[in-house]
């Protein structure tokens, strides 16, 4: 028997999506087309969310039938740019696979068998399974996650008030790796003046698909204006094909390659020598760490050229300080990961990029702004204030080895529930609820995750759709679309204070609701 790659995946993607959907209930999908939508006729700044960047864009209703999305105009990187993915939000309003009613599981977990239910059925039953759960085995027994960002913060509000330390983003599944990496080197998350840079080292950053409209743009602005661009990714990814020079390194390759780097700042003198006398701590530890990363040692491990890591080297020390090494976001599943973003800071920090035009600088918001002026150019953003709330004495359940404080801090661990669920390590989780998160997607071990949610007691989705995730939920919350809701002031700053706001564009699509509402109705 034969069949065709094209087959193949046909056939995937049909049983993938008969395997999440199941047999819902009239009523439960959203109607296509929407007979008549309503809201703002007028364009509307608000921010997007069709990935993580959230770009600032504007969106007004055009005759009752579709949404017109553009960047927003006011924001100097922006304007009115917007790329595909972004421009084609409107589809989520109207997708027929949309979940817009809440909905209850039927038959066993997993199985796809649903029964529409009111918001106050739902409300009711989830509150006395999490109360039973508690009086029973502890507030710390339920494990709260959610896809990080602007409304993360309201799930975990409702996990502190509820007593339960155990709140984790998917950070662990994403960018943990840098943000703990610049957080515990740069004191903060650093951003790139990459239209102003010379010289560019890409490992594995795909930017010009990724996409952040800014930061694309900005790359592109670099490029027109003659800088070199050298990309080190094992496909030909999009950011490759434009560069001046792409290396197909070996997969995991990439730490080697910027030790030996690193090495030869080091040796042939080419670091900013008073940048790390003045600003940096740890160098002659550094020093003794890269002695034996030679060209030679790295090429072994990449597939790279000693002769190019030499003189890649060399090329972009003489650019510096107007020169940069993209951070990235994320590269490995494995424990290399943190080291070669850490490794990433040190080679910028060895160019004396830092707070320089054409290479890094840290976010500035507006007390840290105003500091530096001397003087109030900036309102400073004020955080409300809960009273109240309980003291939690029970430890997290990824809170068993002094390395994983950073982490802790920084989105948590989320695969620790399977450990937590199926072993009792360190204590026995009995509940998850899950806001905009779906880790059987993004969690390598899936089998063991599947495990994990037919043992516990109780499992809450709140999503758009009915993914992998909330396929294995007892109870699924129908969320609005980011065009459907208003959300607080969120700060965006960058190299100046900026702040922005989600604005309602469109009127919810059946029994949807903003997530906060649903956290603040079920508290």
């Known amino acids: 028997m034969s069949i065709s790659r094209r087959s193949f995946i046909k056939g995937m993607g049909i049983g993938c999506v008969g395997c999440t959907v199941g047999s ?40 009752n039938k579709t949404v017109f999305i553009q960047g927003n105009r006011n924001s100097p990187h ?20 949309r979940i817009v009613k809440p909905m209850k599981r039927k038959g066993p977990r997993g199985a796809g068998e649903w029964e529409v239910i009111s918001w106050e059925q739902a409300y009711t039953e989830i509150a006395e399974k999490m109360a039973s759960i508690k009086q029973h085995y502890g507030a710390e027994s339920i494990f709260f996650s959610s896809k990080s960002g602007s409304l993360s913060s309201h799930l975990f509000h409702l996990a502190a008030a509820f007593g339960s330390p155990n709140t984790f983003t998917h950070a662990s599944t994403c960018p943990a790796g840098k943000a703990i990496a610049a957080s515990v080197m740069m004191g903060g998350d650093l951003k790139m003046d990459l239209a102003n840079s010379k010289y560019i080292l890409s490992f594995g950053h795909n930017l010009y698909e990724g996409i952040e409209v800014a930061e694309t743009y900005e790359l592109m602005t670099a490029q027109e204006r003659g800088a070199k661009l050298v990309s080190f990714d094992p496909r030909l990814s999009v950011v490759s094909s434009k560069a001046n020079e792409w290396f197909a390194i070996r997969p995991g390759g990439d730490l080697p390659v910027l030790m030996a780097m690193c090495h030869i700042m080091v040796k042939e003198n080419l670091y900013d020598k008073d940048f790390i006398e003045k600003f940096t701590v740890g160098f002659p530890q550094l020093v003794e760490v890269l002695q034996d990363t030679t060209p030679e040692w790295a090429q072994a491990h990449s597939d790279v050229p000693a002769k190019d890591i030499i003189r890649i080297t060399r090329e972009i020390a003489a650019k510096a300080p ?14 290399d990961e943190i080291n070669m973003r850490r490794m990433i800071f040190t080679f910028n920090a060895l160019l004396g990029n830092i707070e320089r035009e054409g290479g890094m600088y840290q976010k500035k918001a507006a007390a840290k702004y105003n500091k530096l002026a001397g003087i109030d150019v900036a309102p400073e953003l004020a955080k409300p204030t809960v009273k109240g709330m309980p003291k ?25 529930i399977i450990d937590s669920t199926l072993h009792g390590v360190p204590y026995q989780t009995k509940a998850w609820i899950m806001s905009r998160h779906n880790p059987f997607q993004t969690v390598s071990c899936r089998p063991d995750l599947e495990k994990t949610a037919q043992k516990l007691d109780l499992i809450v989705s709140c999503d758009v759709y009915l993914s992998e995730s909330a396929s294995y939920a007892d109870y699924l919350l129908p969320e609005s679309t980011y ?10 700053s960058g190299l100046n204070p900026a702040y922005a706001l989600r604005q309602q564009v469109v009127e919810p699509i059946g029994d949807t609701k903003p997530s906060w509402l649903i956290w603040m109705e079920l508290g």
Request: net charge positive; with cysteine.
């Open 24 to 63: 819902l209930p009239p009523g439960a999908l959203a109607l296509n087309p929407v007979a008549s939508l309503k809201g703002q006729s007028k364009l509307t700044p608000s921010l997007c969310e069709m990935c993580s960047y959230r770009c600032p864009i504007e969106a007004q209703v055009v005759n």
């Open 322 to 335: 107007h020169a940069l090494v993209m951070p990235g976001h994320r590269a490995t599943f494995n424990k």
């Open 483 to 492: 065009l459907e809701r208003d959300e607080e002031i969120s700060d965006v």
């Open 392 to 416: 939690i004495t029970a430890k997290r359940v990824d809170a068993t080895a002094p390395q994983f404080k950073y982490i802790n801090k920084g989105g948590g661990i989320v695969q620790s």
């Open 78 to 97: 922006q304007k009115t740019r917007v790329c595909a993915r972004g421009g084609s939000g409107v589809s989520l309003i109207y997708d027929p696979k």
